[in-house]
């Protein structure tokens, strides 16, 4: 499987010539989707969910869906008639030849006077997993984690905990478009120091064999 790191929250997958990208959002490229044969979104805010990268993607490919909770697509539903699908906790499902299981169901809290949104995690093939906007636990292990490195709703020893508690091989970064360079090595350092696993970063564009 080759990952590609999109801006901020998104990712390409792909594997036996098929693509699978996660959380295209406003922050992401504007084609980050494009070439994909189906499209997770794990929730609604627009750094995740951004319906016009959406349109691109299946405009692009007749042939290509989106898998998403409820709250996305009840937005996007009429736009793609047929063509989302909604999935919450406890589902499994197969993308463009990907097997993915669900995992949680509410986002991380910004604020206790900040209502929480829904919020899902994919674990793809049994072996990536990413959580969206929290920082959920699969029951099921994490060989490479998707891990949201900074966010309004984290501070950096949630983040070390939470590789320490899930205990990937691996861990690359996304969420990251509000980190600013002269950040990026204090997280590096600490994490990969604290954290327990491989921890890495890729440039948006830059790709990894899994």
Same mark, same amino acid.
């Given at each position: 499987?080759?990952?590609?790191?999109?801006?901020?929250?998104?990712?390409?997958?792909?594997?036996?010539?098929?693509?699978?990208?996660? #959380?295209?959002? /406003? !922050?992401?490229?504007? =084609? @980050?989707?494009?070439?994909?044969?189906?499209?997770?979104? &794990?929730?609604?805010? %627009?750094?995740?969910?951004?319906?016009?990268?959406?349109?691109?993607?299946?405009?692009?490919?007749?042939?290509?869906?989106?898998?998403?909770?409820?709250?996305?697509?009840?937005?996007?539903?009429?736009?793609?008639?047929?063509?989302?699908?909604?999935?919450?906790?406890?589902?499994?499902?197969?993308?463009?030849?990907?097997?993915?299981?669900?995992?949680?169901?509410?986002?991380?809290?910004?604020?206790?006077?900040?209502?929480?949104?829904?919020?899902?995690?994919?674990?793809? #093939?049994?072996? /990536? !997993?990413?959580?969206? =906007? @929290?920082?959920?636990?699969?029951?099921?292990?994490?060989? &490479?984690?998707?891990? %949201?490195?900074?966010?309004?709703?984290?501070?950096?020893?949630?983040?070390?905990?939470?590789?320490?508690?899930?205990?990937?091989?691996?861990?690359?970064?996304?969420?990251?478009?509000?980190?600013?360079?002269?950040?990026?090595?204090?997280?590096?350092?600490?994490?990969?120091?604290?954290?327990?696993?491989?921890?890495?970063?890729?440039?948006?564009?830059?790709?990894?064999?899994?």
């Amino acid at each position: 499987m080759k990952l590609t790191k999109m801006s901020h929250a998104c990712v390409r997958l792909e594997k036996d010539g098929r693509t699978l990208v996660i #959380d295209p959002g /406003v !922050f992401s490229e504007e =084609d @980050a989707a494009v070439g994909a044969d189906a499209v997770l979104v &794990t929730h609604e805010h %627009p750094d995740h969910f951004h319906e016009g990268r959406l349109r691109a993607a299946l405009e692009a490919n007749p042939a290509a869906g989106i898998w998403t909770l409820r709250s996305v697509a009840d937005r996007i539903s009429a736009a793609f008639p047929g063509r989302v699908h909604t999935v919450g906790h406890g589902d499994t499902f197969g993308a463009a030849g990907f097997d993915v299981q669900v995992h949680g169901e509410l986002h991380a809290v910004i604020h206790p006077d900040i209502p929480r949104v829904t919020n899902v995690g994919y674990l793809v #093939d049994g072996a /990536v !997993f990413h959580p969206g =906007d @929290a920082l959920t636990v699969p029951e099921h292990p994490v060989d &490479t984690l998707l891990l %949201p490195v900074q966010a309004p709703w984290s501070k950096i020893s949630e983040v070390i905990d939470y590789v320490r508690e899930l205990k990937p091989r691996r861990a690359f970064d996304v969420h990251d478009a509000l980190l600013t360079d002269l950040a990026r090595p204090i997280y590096d350092n600490q994490i990969g120091a604290l954290g327990g696993a491989d921890h890495g970063r890729l440039a948006p564009g830059e790709s990894a064999e899994l």
